[in-house]
Each structure stands twice: as C-alpha cells, then as structure tokens.
C-alpha cells in the first residue's frame, strides 16, 4: 500500500490529454515538492517533473503539473505512442521521515 | 551530464550480506544528499534510505532500518549502502538517485540504471 495514492491506469488515443492525479496528506504533497517520473519498461525512471511544475531541461512543454493541497495532478498533452510507461508521483513524507511514491499509473496510448 | 553507476548487486542467499556501491560523475556530489531507491519484480518504486551531502543526517524506510546502512565518500564520489540479514523481500533492482538538494528530505531527481539484487537460498 503506497503512502501516496494514484489511478493504476488511464488511457487516451494518440494526440489527446490525460491527467494523472496522486494523493497524499498534509505530512508530504501538502508540505514539500512532488517530483514526477516516468519510467518506460525495462528503464530507470526519469525525472518529468520537479517542485511541483518544473520540467527539467529536455522534456516537452506537453507534459505539465500543479498541486493544489494535498494533491497533485501530471497532466500530458498531445499524447504520443512514445508517451506509453508508467509515471510516479514522489515527494518526502516529514511526519515519517521517509521518501514516498505513489503506487504507479500506466499509461496506454490507445 | 550527470551519470550514476551502481555495482555490487548478484544472487545472495537469505541472512548473508552484500554491500552496493554507487559511483556519481558529472555534479558536484558533495553538494547534494543521495538515496537508494528500490524496485521489487513488477513492483513500484520504494525509497529504501537517504543520506545528506555531509552524512550528517540519514534515513531508512522502516522495512530496512536496522539491517542496512548507508554512507558516502565525497572524496571518492560514492555511495554505498551495506545490506545485512538479506531476506526473500529484499529482492530487488536498486537504484542509486541523486537528491535535488543539500539535505535529505527532499525528492529525487537523476537516476542510475540500478543494479540486481537476487535473494535466493
């Protein structure tokens, strides 16, 4: 059970927008930065998205997020085939001292 | 480009030990906190321990707190972590990843290709 919670999957075809949301409590999303990876099969992840709605040099303006309280949402524009892997919320819990993640979200390119 | 390398993962049977190491380049390694993240077979990611930049300040998931230890070597531009009475759950692929600050409490942002750790009698 992952401390942040996120959809398992979600889907779209090609040139559509979906949203990812990930869950937490005021001890980790609601007080520090949410990182978000993605994580093609059989790679490392790779960092998408930094305090909170950075992207780090390279990656496409297609990919965007906010937080807003306890939540955060990744949220990936004119979807393309390549776009197709699992993408990770992450940030540190401070009530547990620990980092967390979310528990995944696979996304499918219809 | 900032690249990490992790080494020292293979097959280990349970209760013995193993010692990972995570070689950094292409940043200043002194000037941020590390962690070891982990990844069971077709599962998520579970951050295993971190460290800061000094080594003042370090963390462990409850899961791993007692058996393993974390430490660096801002001379050497390492990490290791030394993982003691292995067990069937501890099975996984590790990843060295850098953290986006000075201090621990913070979240992740480069990733190596992580190394296998098999525990198998």
């Known amino acids: 059970q992952s401390v942040l919670t996120q959809p398992p999957s979600v889907s779209a075809a090609p040139g559509q927008k979906v949203t990812i949301s990930c869950s937490g409590s005021s001890s980790n999303i609601g007080n520090n930065f949410v990182s978000w990876y993605q994580q093609v099969p059989g790679t490392a992840p790779k960092l998408l998205i930094y305090e909170n709605n950075k992207r780090p040099s390279g990656i496409p303006d297609r990919f965007s997020a906010s937080k807003s309280g306890t939540s955060a949402t990744l949220g990936i524009t004119g979807l393309q085939t390549t776009d197709a892997a699992v993408y990770w919320c992450g940030t540190w819990d401070s009530s547990l001292s620990v980092g967390v993640f979310g528990g995944g979200t696979t996304v499918t390119v219809l | 480009e900032v690249k990490l390398v992790e080494s020292g993962g293979g097959l280990i049977q349970p209760g013995r030990s193993l010692r990972l190491s995570c070689e950094a380049s292409g940043f200043t390694f002194d000037d941020y906190a590390m962690h070891w993240v982990r990844q069971r077979p077709g599962k998520g990611l579970e951050w295993v321990s971190g460290?800061?930049?000094?080594?003042?300040?370090?963390a462990y998931a409850g899961s791993v707190r007692g058996r393993f230890t974390i430490s660096r070597d801002n001379a050497k531009n390492s990490l290791y972590l030394q993982m003691n009475s292995l067990t069937f759950e501890d099975t996984a692929l590790y990843f060295c990843v850098k953290g986006s600050e000075l201090v621990v409490a913070t979240t992740a942002d480069y990733w190596g290709q992580g190394t296998q750790v098999t525990v198998s009698s």
């Open positions: 460290i800061s930049w000094n080594g003042g300040t370090i």
